[in-house]
């Protein structure tokens, strides 16, 4: 056990755990936000996805001490009122089928659209490779990242 620092959606945690623990286990069992979801616990679904430092990164392969005392934002950061352009446009499109892979989904769209305001088809599908959803809602992610793209330039445009 070791005392590590996280700073998850800009809000300070001291926990007692393994180092070696992932950081999913950290974020849902020891902090108790549950928004990220367990999904494959190999890196290979994305449910599991948060940024670490801006960067979407597969928490269940990550241990918790290489994300202490970095910028870790889950689900329930990126808006504290489902208003990101990305959960607007979410609901817009009607993606979600059972919902389970959508927060990893949303995460991942918010990296690709913070650094890519415009992304293309194939920059969508790049960003968005290896983010399985078993309910098949491809068609209706990309155009939900698409529709993100316009509310975002909206809502630019209107500052």
């Given at each position: 056990?070791?005392?590590?620092?996280?700073?998850?959606?800009?809000?300070?945690?001291?926990?007692?755990?393994?180092?070696?623990?992932?950081?999913?286990?950290?974020?849902?069992d020891v902090v108790g936000?549950?928004?990220?979801?367990?999904?494959?616990?190999?890196?290979?679904?994305?449910?599991?996805?948060?940024?670490?430092?801006?960067?979407?990164?597969?928490?269940?392969?990550?241990?918790?001490?290489?994300?202490?005392?970095?910028?870790?934002?889950?689900?329930?950061?990126?808006?504290?009122?489902?208003?990101?352009?990305?959960?607007?446009?979410?609901i817009q499109e009607q993606?979600?089928?059972?919902?389970?892979?959508?927060?990893?989904?949303?995460?991942?769209?918010?990296?690709?659209?913070?650094?890519?305001?415009?992304?293309?088809?194939?920059?969508?599908?790049?960003?968005?490779q290896g983010h399985i959803?078993?309910?098949?809602?491809?068609?209706?992610?990309?155009?939900?990242?698409?529709?993100?793209?316009?509310?975002?330039?909206?809502?630019?445009?209107?500052?």
């Amino acid at each position: 056990m070791a005392s590590l620092n996280l700073k998850i959606n800009n809000k300070a945690y001291t926990i007692d755990a393994d180092p070696k623990m992932p950081l999913l286990w950290a974020i849902r069992d020891v902090v108790g936000l549950t928004g990220t979801k367990y999904g494959c616990g190999i890196a290979q679904c994305g449910a599991c996805t948060v940024h670490l430092e801006g960067k979407p990164i597969r928490s269940c392969s990550i241990p918790v001490s290489v994300a202490a005392n970095k910028n870790i934002t889950t689900i329930e950061g990126i808006s504290e009122d489902n208003s990101h352009p990305v959960q607007v446009a979410w609901i817009q499109e009607q993606v979600p089928q059972c919902g389970y892979c959508q927060s990893g989904q949303i995460m991942a769209a918010s990296a690709l659209l913070k650094g890519n305001a415009n992304p293309t088809d194939k920059d969508i599908d790049t960003a968005m490779q290896g983010h399985i959803c078993r309910c098949g809602t491809y068609p209706r992610i990309r155009k939900a990242i698409k529709t993100a793209s316009v509310l975002m330039s909206q809502k630019a445009s209107a500052k």
